[in-house]
C-alpha cells in the first residue's frame, strides 16, 4: 500500500525530539510522500528549505487563519517570493476559521481575497482552511474560482451541503482522522458523496489523530487507520482508497514532475 499525505506540519516542535523516526514510521507504513504546509513566514521558509534535504516532503506555503493579524505587506511580498520556487507544489494553507469566535472575521476575509488573487497569479493549487465559516468561504471563492487552478478542502469539516456546493465549484476533499470520530457525523455523512476523483487523505499533524489514538499527537505512518474508516464508509477497500488518493493527490499536486 502506498499513501500519500496531503497536509501535515512537521515543521512544528511536536516533532522535534523524534522527527527522523517519525519519517521512519511514515515509511514503514506505505507513506511515500508527504504534503508539509506552512503556515506563515517562518514556517513557509521551513518547508521550502525542508525539501531540499528531503524529497519526501513537497512543500506548500500559505498564511493560516489564525495568523491573519501578523499578516503585512512584507509578509505578503515574503510569500509570494517563497511560491515561485520550484519545489512548491501548493498555495496555502489560506481560508477562514470563526471556531474561536467573529472577532477577526473581517481580517480574515479581507486577507482570504488578497491570497486568493496570490494563488491565482502563481496557477498553483490552493490548500483551504475553512472552520464554521461556510457561507462566507463560498461567496468569496464563488467569484474567485475561474481563475484558480485547483482548489482543496483540508481536514473537510462539512457535510453533504457541503459537498454538493463544493463539487458545483470542482474542489477537492481531503479527510482527516475526524473521520473516525463517530460523532463526526457530518464528515462521515459526507465522506462516501466526495467523487472518486476528487478525494484525498491526511493527517494535519500533529493535530486529529484517529481513533483508536485520538488525544495523541498525529503522525502520517496513522494514516491506514483514516483510510479503512473512509473505505468502510465509501464501501471498498483500504488499499483500493490508497491507490485512488494517491493517484489523485499526485494529480492535484503535480507530484511526478521531474
Known sequence: MEIIDTHCHLFLEDFDADREEVLARAAEAGVVRIVNVGLETESNRLV????????????????????????????????????????????????????????HAGLQRAALRTLLGLAAKRRLPVVVHCRDAWDDFFEILEPARSS????????????????????????????????????AVPVRE????????????????????PLPRRGRRNEPSFLPSHLEAMAALRGTGAEELAGLTGQNARRLFNLDRA
Request: net charge negative; aromatic share 8%.
Open 48 to 103: 521550502v528549505e525542508t525539501a531540499r534535504l528531503n524529497p519526501v516532503l513537497a512543500p506548500a506555503v500559505g498564511w493560516h487563519p489564525h495568523n491573519v493579524r501578523d499578516l503585512t505587506d512584507e509578509g505578503l511580498e515574503t510569500l509570494a517570493g517563497l511560491s515561485l520556487d520550484p519545489s512548491v507544489v501548493a498555495f496555502g494553507e489560506i481560508g477562514l476559521d470563526y471556531y474561536h469566535g467573529l472577532e
Open 148 to 183: 484558480l487552478k485547483d482548489v482543496v478542502l483540508h481536514c473537510f469539516s462539512g457535510g453533504p451541503a457541503e459537498v454538493e456546493k463544493a463539487c458545483g465549484l470542482d474542489c477537492y476533499f481531503s479527510f482527516s482522522g475526524t473521520v473516525t470520530y463517530p460523532k
Open 190 to 209: 459526507a465522506c462516501p458523496l466526495v467523487p472518486e476523483d476528487r478525494i484525498l487523505v491526511e493527517t494535519d499533524a500533529p493535530y486529529l489523530a
